[in-house]
């Protein structure tokens, strides 16, 4: 058992797991960086707020995995050539057009739903109530986010 009366053997494995979470919000919070910075055309105050609102969201979740990554024992990743090795979620370099920069955000939130889900059974197995609680959470609020991005395209 760890510290907080999980097996060790399972700890380290969902952390693992977490840590690949880790890294897709590491790149999707810096996509959605780059869209703030760079939107341009007639909806550009629309979706420039929309899109600090998106980055600032991620970094408080990122904060929140990373926290629990240490609180199962282990280590978080912290450099971008672990992101970048590591995560489903792509870099996007240069892009300005609204309707392709809500299509990347979409396609990035299919990728860490598809990963939180797998996270939320492992933690169930492992009776982690902790990290359950978190990735139900997350994926809740952000199937609206999805439902309400593919709205904006029409989807």
């Known amino acids: ?44 105050f629309e979706l420039h707020d929309k899109f600090e609102e998106l980055y600032t969201d ?41 309707r392709e920069c809500v299509a990347s955000i979409l396609d990035s939130f299919e990728k860490i739903i598809t990963r939180q889900r797998d996270i939320l059974e492992f933690s169930d197995d492992a009776d982690d109530e902790g990290t359950n609680a978190l990735m139900s959470d997350y994926i809740r609020e952000q199937e609206k986010l999805v439902w309400m991005y593919s709205s904006y395209l029409n989807r």
């Open 1 to 44: 058992m760890n510290n907080i009366g999980l097996d060790k053997e399972k700890s380290a494995l969902l952390s693992e797991k977490l840590n690949h979470l880790l890294a897709d919000y590491m790149v999707f919070y810096q996509n959605a960086r780059g869209f703030h910075w760079n939107i341009k055309g007639e909806k550009f």
């Open 58 to 98: 991620l970094l408080v979740k990122i904060d929140e995995v990373a926290e629990r990554i240490l609180t199962l024992g282990k280590t978080p990743l912290h450099t971008f050539e672990d992101y970048t090795s590591s995560a489903n979620v792509k870099a996007v370099k240069n892009s300005s057009e609204g």
